[in-house]
Every structure is written in C-alpha cells, then in structure tokens.
C-alpha cells in the first residue's frame, strides 16, 4: 500500500512539472539559433549576411511575445528579417493591435522586411483587408513572385510563394523572371513546397508551419503534425543535393497554448560564399 501511494505521489508530480512546463514555462522561452551556410555563387557583397527567420506568431494582439520578439531584433541586428507565415491566428480579430507590432518590427527595415502568408491568414474573416495593413506597416508580402535584394551592384533573389499547404503555391509564376545561375532563396509557409522544388536550382527554403511538433510526444507527432507528406521535415536543417531547407519551430501556438518539448525559436543565419 506504501509503494502504491509513493507511485501515485510521484505520477502526480509529475504530472504537475510536465503541465507548467507545458503551459507556462516552455511556450515563454523563445531560444535564439543560430546558423551558418554556405551559398554557391554568393556575390561578395553578401558574404557574411544576416538573415533572421521568423515564422508563426499566430499574434491575436500586441503582447508579451511579441515585445519579446522586438527586443530580439533590435539585439540581433539582422540585415534582412524573413517571415514565414501565420502571422496573425485564423481567430484574431484585433488587427489593429497588430499592426502596431508589425509597424515597429519594419521601423527599421523598410524594404529589407518581407514575408509570405500560411493557413491560418487565409481562414482568418479579415483575409481580405490584410494586404493594405502589411503594406502600410512597411512589410512586403510576397505572392508567388520574386523580388531582388541588392548590395551595390550585387544581388541575390528572394522568392515567396503563397501558402502550399492549402495549395495556393505557384512555384512556375513565382520563378518566370528569376535568372537560373542567380542564389535564390524561397519562403513558403509549409515544407510542403520542398519537394516540388528540388528541380529549380534554390540554395535555401525557409518554411515553419509544423511548430516542430508543439507537443513533441514521441511515436504521436506523426500524427498530429500539420503536414499531408514528407513528415520527417518536422524541423531544424535538411539539406538534399545542393539546397538547404530550414524548418523553423516557430514562436507562438496554436488550438491549444502549450508547448512540450518544442521551444519556440527564431533563428539567425549567416550567409556564406560556397565554392
């Protein structure tokens, strides 16, 4: 009967430990990665870019997070900030609130902020009116289309394309007037994109949208992962001939507001020349 006891005690406590972390510790620590890589033909002026990857807020408003978010960037002090998608949560309504954070996360960005939509911007009822909102906040959201990122005479490409997990992607449009020889890297919401792209010669593919398995059980994430195939790009680095591809973990939640063994993350990376 004691032993009985001591093993409920302890299933108890542990319990109690694995929900604050899940709902109150784990969800608050965003973890900053950082990250090198090396790309082929980079032109000398973009050796040693900073690049930081954010993706999935899933904002309802101006909040904690997002101050957080702010006071990351303003520390990092990246050369271009990159957003993959679920900016805002298909239930938020006060985008008002959020489009203040996103006017002080461009502040000091203008035309080196760009970003792509996910799932949740196209459920969201707002959908329509997000367009403007980015626009006036100083954020360029790309739509099946390239733009180029240029340091004096040099450039590379930046590609986004529209969500891939509802479909909305259209890699071809996005790459018509995109020189072959040229280092390009794609954002696309879901690495969903990654295997219709393996042909087009990109040297990185930023994408969130798996939040790492935000509640990372083993043996269980395959099934409650967001993604229709290619499961094991679940996170972090993949690389697969001579393209990368990053999954980030994400930094907010969403259905549920917890996190197990998934710390939301941005991410710096430092572009390399490679041979």
Known sequence: IKMRALFFKILIVGFFTIGTLAFFITPNLIKVERLSLQINNLPPSFEGTKILHLTDFHSKKFGRKEKKVLKLVSELKPDFIFITGDIIDWQTEDLESCQKFWQELAKNYQQRIFGVYGNHEHRNRNFKNLDNLFIRSG????????????????????????????????????MEKVEEKAPKILLAHSPEIFRRIKDKNI????????????????????????????????????????????????????FLPIRFRSFPEIILINLTAGH
């Open 203 to 254: 040297d990185l593919v930023l994408s969130g949208h798996t939040h790492g398995c935000q509640i990372n059980i083993p043996f269980l994430c395959d099934f409650f992962i967001p993604l229709k195939y290619d499961k094991k790009y679940k996170r972090g680095l993949f690389q697969e001939n001579s393209t990368y591809l990053y999954v980030n973990r994400g930094i907010g939640e969403t």
């Open 139 to 174: 954020i360029k959201i790309l739509n099946n289309e390239a733009v180029r990122l240029e340091k004096g005479d040099d450039f590379i490409y930046l590609i986004g394309v529209d969500d891939p997990h509802l479909g909305y992607d259209d890699i071809e449009k996005a």
